[in-house]
Protein backbone atom coordinates (compact mmCIF):
# COMPACT_ATOMS: atom_id res chain seq x y z
CA UNK A 1 0.00 0.00 0.00
CA UNK A 2 1.71 3.23 -1.07
CA UNK A 3 1.18 6.30 1.49
CA UNK A 4 -2.33 8.36 1.38
CA UNK A 5 -3.11 12.15 1.72
CA UNK A 6 -5.31 13.55 3.37
CA UNK A 7 -6.19 17.27 5.20
CA UNK A 8 -7.44 18.26 8.39
CA UNK A 9 -10.87 20.36 7.99
CA UNK A 10 -9.27 22.98 10.86
CA UNK A 11 -7.97 25.15 8.20
CA UNK A 12 -11.53 25.98 7.01
CA UNK A 13 -13.09 25.92 10.83
CA UNK A 14 -11.45 25.57 14.00
CA UNK A 15 -12.95 23.41 16.77
CA UNK A 16 -11.26 25.56 19.20
CA UNK A 17 -12.01 29.02 18.26
CA UNK A 18 -14.95 28.96 16.48
CA UNK A 19 -14.25 32.45 15.09
CA UNK A 20 -11.86 30.95 13.06
CA UNK A 21 -14.32 29.55 9.92
CA UNK A 22 -17.22 28.92 11.94
CA UNK A 23 -19.32 30.29 9.54
CA UNK A 24 -17.53 28.20 6.84
CA UNK A 25 -20.05 25.53 5.86
CA UNK A 26 -19.03 21.94 6.02
CA UNK A 27 -19.98 21.38 2.04
CA UNK A 28 -17.30 24.16 0.89
CA UNK A 29 -14.36 22.10 3.09
CA UNK A 30 -15.51 18.91 1.57
CA UNK A 31 -15.49 20.25 -1.89
CA UNK A 32 -12.43 22.51 -1.56
CA UNK A 33 -10.33 19.92 0.03
CA UNK A 34 -11.15 17.20 -2.85
CA UNK A 35 -10.16 20.15 -5.46
CA UNK A 36 -6.93 20.66 -3.50
CA UNK A 37 -6.08 16.81 -4.30
CA UNK A 38 -6.93 15.25 -1.22
CA UNK A 39 -8.19 11.48 -0.48
CA UNK A 40 -9.23 11.79 2.75
CA UNK A 41 -10.52 14.14 5.40
CA UNK A 42 -10.08 14.22 9.25
CA UNK A 43 -13.33 14.29 11.44
CA UNK A 44 -14.10 17.75 12.92
CA UNK A 45 -16.73 19.16 14.70
CA UNK A 46 -19.49 20.47 12.01
CA UNK A 47 -19.29 16.65 10.85
CA UNK A 48 -22.24 14.38 11.25
CA UNK A 49 -21.74 11.13 13.62
CA UNK A 50 -24.07 8.59 12.09
CA UNK A 51 -22.01 6.59 9.70
CA UNK A 52 -24.90 6.21 7.78
CA UNK A 53 -25.19 10.08 7.24
CA UNK A 54 -21.12 10.51 7.19
CA UNK A 55 -20.54 7.75 4.76
CA UNK A 56 -22.49 9.41 1.76
CA UNK A 57 -21.86 12.87 2.52
CA UNK A 58 -17.85 11.49 2.67
CA UNK A 59 -18.82 9.80 -1.08
CA UNK A 60 -20.50 12.51 -3.12
CA UNK A 61 -17.54 14.32 -2.89
CA UNK A 62 -15.10 11.64 -3.38
CA UNK A 63 -13.19 11.85 -0.04
CA UNK A 64 -12.83 8.76 2.82
CA UNK A 65 -12.65 9.11 6.33
CA UNK A 66 -9.56 9.34 7.62
CA UNK A 67 -9.53 8.98 11.45
CA UNK A 68 -10.65 11.70 14.42
CA UNK A 69 -9.13 13.17 17.48
CA UNK A 70 -9.86 11.95 20.54
CA UNK A 71 -9.69 13.92 23.92
CA UNK A 72 -8.28 11.32 26.29
CA UNK A 73 -8.59 11.65 29.97
CA UNK A 74 -6.63 8.06 31.45
CA UNK A 75 -4.85 10.41 34.06
CA UNK A 76 -8.87 10.94 35.33
CA UNK A 77 -10.19 7.74 35.20
CA UNK A 78 -10.09 4.08 34.97
CA UNK A 79 -9.34 1.99 31.54
CA UNK A 80 -12.72 0.50 32.00
CA UNK A 81 -14.18 4.12 32.19
CA UNK A 82 -12.07 5.32 29.20
CA UNK A 83 -13.52 2.46 27.51
CA UNK A 84 -16.84 3.32 27.59
CA UNK A 85 -16.22 7.11 26.93
CA UNK A 86 -14.24 6.49 23.70
CA UNK A 87 -17.02 3.86 22.22
CA UNK A 88 -19.11 5.87 20.71
CA UNK A 89 -16.28 7.83 18.56
CA UNK A 90 -14.58 4.28 18.39
CA UNK A 91 -17.38 3.08 16.37
CA UNK A 92 -17.77 5.66 14.35
CA UNK A 93 -14.32 5.19 13.27
CA UNK A 94 -14.28 1.52 12.77
CA UNK A 95 -17.83 1.87 10.83
CA UNK A 96 -16.08 4.56 8.06
CA UNK A 97 -12.82 1.63 7.70
CA UNK A 98 -10.44 3.69 10.31
CA UNK A 99 -7.18 2.15 10.48
CA UNK A 100 -5.81 4.23 13.44
CA UNK A 101 -7.98 6.74 16.17
CA UNK A 102 -6.25 9.44 17.45
CA UNK A 103 -5.55 9.60 21.18
CA UNK A 104 -4.50 12.71 23.51
CA UNK A 105 -4.67 12.29 26.92
CA UNK A 106 -5.80 15.95 27.78
CA UNK A 107 -6.09 15.76 31.89
CA UNK A 108 -5.15 19.33 32.85
CA UNK A 109 -4.34 20.15 29.80
CA UNK A 110 -4.26 23.91 28.50
CA UNK A 111 -3.83 23.93 25.03
CA UNK A 112 -7.94 25.06 24.69
CA UNK A 113 -7.46 28.14 27.42
CA UNK A 114 -6.46 31.15 25.48
CA UNK A 115 -5.63 32.51 28.97
CA UNK A 116 -3.28 30.28 30.10
CA UNK A 117 0.67 30.22 29.37
CA UNK A 118 2.49 27.32 27.73
CA UNK A 119 4.63 27.15 30.21
CA UNK A 120 1.70 26.32 32.80
CA UNK A 121 0.80 23.24 31.55
CA UNK A 122 0.90 20.04 33.14
CA UNK A 123 3.55 17.30 33.57
CA UNK A 124 3.72 13.56 34.78
CA UNK A 125 5.72 13.14 37.73
CA UNK A 126 8.56 10.51 37.81
CA UNK A 127 6.63 8.19 39.36
CA UNK A 128 3.13 8.54 37.08
CA UNK A 129 5.08 6.94 34.16
CA UNK A 130 5.08 3.61 34.78
CA UNK A 131 1.30 3.77 35.96
CA UNK A 132 0.18 5.26 32.68
CA UNK A 133 2.29 3.37 30.22
CA UNK A 134 0.46 0.37 31.30
CA UNK A 135 -2.82 1.91 31.12
CA UNK A 136 -2.30 3.12 28.11
CA UNK A 137 -1.12 -0.42 26.65
CA UNK A 138 -4.25 -1.90 28.35
CA UNK A 139 -6.59 0.88 26.49
CA UNK A 140 -4.31 0.51 22.58
CA UNK A 141 -4.58 -3.65 23.23
CA UNK A 142 -8.40 -3.18 23.99
CA UNK A 143 -8.76 -1.19 21.14
CA UNK A 144 -6.65 -3.15 18.75
CA UNK A 145 -9.06 -6.42 19.16
CA UNK A 146 -11.89 -4.35 18.20
CA UNK A 147 -10.60 -3.18 14.78
CA UNK A 148 -8.56 -0.16 14.89
CA UNK A 149 -4.90 0.78 16.33
CA UNK A 150 -4.27 4.03 18.82
CA UNK A 151 -2.00 6.59 17.20
CA UNK A 152 -0.86 8.48 20.43
CA UNK A 153 -0.80 12.70 19.50
CA UNK A 154 2.12 14.42 21.60
CA UNK A 155 0.08 18.10 21.84
CA UNK A 156 1.55 21.10 22.80
CA UNK A 157 0.14 22.18 26.15
CA UNK A 158 -0.34 18.59 27.52
CA UNK A 159 1.87 16.14 29.35
CA UNK A 160 3.31 14.54 26.43
CA UNK A 161 4.73 17.79 24.41
CA UNK A 162 8.73 17.19 23.89
CA UNK A 163 10.77 15.35 22.46
CA UNK A 164 11.86 13.67 25.99
CA UNK A 165 8.37 12.83 26.88
CA UNK A 166 8.08 11.00 23.39
CA UNK A 167 10.82 9.10 24.31
CA UNK A 168 9.69 7.85 27.92
CA UNK A 169 5.52 7.18 26.52
CA UNK A 170 7.15 5.46 23.65
CA UNK A 171 9.75 3.31 26.39
CA UNK A 172 6.69 2.76 29.01
CA UNK A 173 4.11 1.73 26.86
CA UNK A 174 4.08 -1.64 24.99
CA UNK A 175 3.80 -1.90 20.40
CA UNK A 176 -0.03 -1.21 20.76
CA UNK A 177 0.72 2.19 21.60
CA UNK A 178 0.93 3.79 17.71
CA UNK A 179 3.05 7.29 17.54
CA UNK A 180 0.91 9.94 15.92
CA UNK A 181 3.77 11.64 14.11
CA UNK A 182 2.98 15.28 14.55
CA UNK A 183 5.86 17.50 12.61
CA UNK A 184 4.88 20.89 13.66
CA UNK A 185 4.00 20.42 17.12
CA UNK A 186 7.62 18.52 17.27
CA UNK A 187 9.06 21.76 15.76
CA UNK A 188 7.06 23.65 18.16
CA UNK A 189 8.63 21.98 20.93
CA UNK A 190 11.50 22.30 20.24
CA UNK A 191 12.45 19.31 18.59
CA UNK A 192 13.42 17.88 15.26
CA UNK A 193 10.80 16.04 13.98
CA UNK A 194 13.02 14.09 10.99
CA UNK A 195 15.15 12.61 14.29
CA UNK A 196 12.12 11.59 16.29
CA UNK A 197 10.51 9.70 12.75
CA UNK A 198 14.44 7.86 12.60
CA UNK A 199 14.22 6.89 16.77
CA UNK A 200 10.39 5.97 16.39
CA UNK A 201 9.74 4.79 12.99
CA UNK A 202 8.67 1.29 13.73
CA UNK A 203 5.99 2.81 16.15
CA UNK A 204 4.77 5.35 13.73
CA UNK A 205 1.08 5.00 12.67
CA UNK A 206 -0.11 8.21 11.77
CA UNK A 207 1.01 11.42 10.60
CA UNK A 208 0.06 14.83 10.94
CA UNK A 209 2.31 17.36 8.25
CA UNK A 210 2.07 20.96 9.25
CA UNK A 211 4.86 23.54 9.24
CA UNK A 212 5.56 26.18 11.43
CA UNK A 213 6.97 29.81 10.81
CA UNK A 214 10.31 30.11 13.16
CA UNK A 215 9.33 33.88 14.06
CA UNK A 216 6.07 33.52 15.91
CA UNK A 217 7.50 30.44 17.96
CA UNK A 218 10.21 32.63 18.86
CA UNK A 219 7.35 35.08 19.91
CA UNK A 220 5.33 32.81 21.77
CA UNK A 221 8.72 31.62 24.17
CA UNK A 222 9.29 35.25 25.05
CA UNK A 223 6.09 36.07 25.53
CA UNK A 224 5.06 33.00 27.24
CA UNK A 225 1.83 33.03 24.87
CA UNK A 226 -0.91 30.25 25.45
CA UNK A 227 -1.57 28.06 22.95
CA UNK A 228 -4.32 29.53 20.66
CA UNK A 229 -2.96 33.30 20.91
CA UNK A 230 0.22 31.11 19.08
CA UNK A 231 -2.64 29.76 16.69
CA UNK A 232 -3.83 33.30 16.16
CA UNK A 233 -0.79 34.38 15.50
CA UNK A 234 0.28 32.11 12.61
CA UNK A 235 2.73 29.95 14.19
CA UNK A 236 1.24 27.08 12.28
CA UNK A 237 1.42 26.57 7.96
CA UNK A 238 0.66 23.85 5.52
CA UNK A 239 4.01 22.18 4.56
CA UNK A 240 6.74 24.14 2.04
CA UNK A 241 5.53 27.37 3.76
CA UNK A 242 7.68 27.57 7.20
CA UNK A 243 10.75 26.32 8.06
CA UNK A 244 10.39 22.61 8.39
CA UNK A 245 12.45 19.83 6.29
CA UNK A 246 9.82 17.42 5.13
CA UNK A 247 12.35 15.67 2.69
CA UNK A 248 13.79 15.11 5.74
CA UNK A 249 11.17 13.46 7.73
CA UNK A 250 9.47 11.57 4.72
CA UNK A 251 12.99 9.76 3.93
CA UNK A 252 13.15 8.85 7.71
CA UNK A 253 9.63 7.85 7.33
CA UNK A 254 10.76 6.07 3.94
CA UNK A 255 13.33 4.06 6.06
CA UNK A 256 11.04 2.70 8.32
CA UNK A 257 8.51 1.84 5.66
CA UNK A 258 5.43 4.11 6.64
CA UNK A 259 2.52 3.30 4.66
CA UNK A 260 -0.26 5.27 6.16
CA UNK A 261 -2.32 8.43 5.62
CA UNK A 262 0.05 11.80 5.44
CA UNK A 263 -2.49 14.44 7.04
CA UNK A 264 -1.79 18.20 6.35
CA UNK A 265 -3.17 20.12 9.10
CA UNK A 266 -2.63 23.59 9.51
CA UNK A 267 -4.40 25.65 11.91
CA UNK A 268 -4.93 28.56 10.49
CA UNK A 269 -7.17 31.99 10.09
CA UNK A 270 -8.99 31.13 7.09
CA UNK A 271 -9.47 35.29 6.75
CA UNK A 272 -5.72 35.46 6.25
CA UNK A 273 -4.96 31.95 5.12
CA UNK A 274 -7.27 31.12 2.22
CA UNK A 275 -7.85 27.80 2.63
CA UNK A 276 -7.99 26.12 -0.75
CA UNK A 277 -5.12 28.14 -1.62
CA UNK A 278 -3.27 26.66 1.57
CA UNK A 279 -4.85 23.42 1.13
CA UNK A 280 -3.43 23.28 -2.90
CA UNK A 281 0.28 24.40 -1.53
CA UNK A 282 0.52 21.71 1.12
CA UNK A 283 -0.85 18.70 -1.57
CA UNK A 284 1.80 19.75 -3.53
CA UNK A 285 4.68 20.25 -1.62
CA UNK A 286 4.24 16.91 0.31
CA UNK A 287 3.29 15.17 -2.83
CA UNK A 288 6.47 15.89 -4.36
CA UNK A 289 8.45 15.60 -0.85
CA UNK A 290 6.60 12.37 -1.59
CA UNK A 291 7.56 11.04 -5.03
CA UNK A 292 11.57 12.12 -3.80
CA UNK A 293 11.28 9.96 -0.44
CA UNK A 294 10.26 6.36 -2.67
CA UNK A 295 7.29 6.31 -0.67
CA UNK A 296 5.27 4.53 -3.72
CA UNK A 297 3.22 7.68 -4.87
CA UNK A 298 0.26 9.35 -3.07
CA UNK A 299 -3.16 8.50 -3.94
Not at 240 to 251: K, M, P, T
Request: hydrophobic content about 45%.
Amino acid sequence: MSVRLGVSPIGWSNDDLPELGGDTPLDSCLAEARQAGFAGIELGNKFPTDPMVLRPLLERHGLALVSGWYSGRLLDRSVEEELAAVEAHRSLLVAMGCAVLVYAETSGGIAGDRQRPLSTRPRLRDEEWRDFGGRLTELADHLARSGIRLAYHHHMGTVIEDETEIDRLMAATGDSVGLLLDTGHLAFAGAAPAAVARRHGHRINHVHCKDVRGDVVAWVRAADASFLDAVVAGVFTVPGDGSIDFAAVLEALAAAEYRGWLVVEAEQDPAKAPPLAYARLGFAHLSAAVARAGLGGPR
